[in-house]
């Protein structure tokens, strides 16, 4: 090799750098595993127990964890184990239906109103003020409220009426954060290339803007994912998400909180309540190492 010619070191692409990252990072691997262990058992809560969640026997009711029953029985002598990792496939499809469904909307609104500006700009940034200024709590108990179900439909409806109120209080905030990527993406040097060279809005938006600029939305969205499972606990506890007839960890831990209870058998509390912590926690702890990954500021 002539002495005059310098070897250049291979460049490494973001999803590199990003899996470098994560593969080093404990909390990553931690987070990960507990999410695929719950979602497994969301899946398939069938290879983690054999008993029926649904069979109740008054005479166990309250008793405490056992041979028999692990978590002990609840109020109705339900075996607690059982309906705890049934609760989970409530709770964690609530969570990621209502994160996808925000994630789209808020992404293809904010890249319309980001990329198109001028009067459709402050339409649906105006919009998007008056759903952001509603506290997503209380803006799913009047919508859930005054959208009561009835306990013979089907579970798909139960579910599907918690998402959309969710979703269409959740979406702001995602369309906020991709108007604000599709404005920093929409002026750099590729994207004004791709229209010099005669690509039509469409292409340009489809194959420049939104991959470049979906990263902190993955990433906050990962991180809302816990926030709406929490959230759908709290209206299942208050008892105005699902329904009695459907088993989630909200439910259990609304049943577990009478007056005595918590007392008398701590037990029907403490078992989905840890189990929707761990839940929540692993999805929140995922988006903060994706976050850090993604950003090389807070490397």
Partial sequence: MPPDVQTVAPTRSLGADVWDYLRRNPLFWVSAALIVLFVVMAAFP??????????CDLNMARQPPGEDAIFGYDIQGCDVYARTIYGARASILV???????TAILGSALGTTGGYIGR??????????????AIPLLLGGIVILYSW???????????????VIALAVLGWPNIYRLMRSS???TRPLEYVQAARALGANAWRVVTSHIIPNSMAPVIVVSTIDLGAYIATEATLSFLGIGLPSTIISWGQ??????????????????LFPSIFLSLTVLSF???????RDAMDPKLR
């Avoid at 069938?46 to 069979?55: A, C, G, I, V």
């Avoid at 049943?255 to 005595?260: H, P, R, T, V, Y």
């Fill in 46 to 55: 069938q290879l983690f127990t054999s008993k029926d969640p649904f069979y």
């Fill in 95 to 101: 969570g990621v239906l209502t994160a996808v469904v």
């Fill in 119 to 132: 009067w459709i700009d402050t339409v649906l940034s105006r919009t998007a003020d008056i759903f952001f």
């Fill in 148 to 162: 009561k179900s009835d306990l013979n439909d089907p579970y798909a409806l139960h579910v599907g009426k918690v």
């Fill in 182 to 184: 599709v404005l920093q």
């Fill in 252 to 269: 259990a831990i609304s049943n577990a909180s009478g007056l005595g209870f918590v007392r008398s058998a701590p037990h029907m509390l």
């Fill in 284 to 290: 929140i702890m995922l988006g903060e190492v994706v």
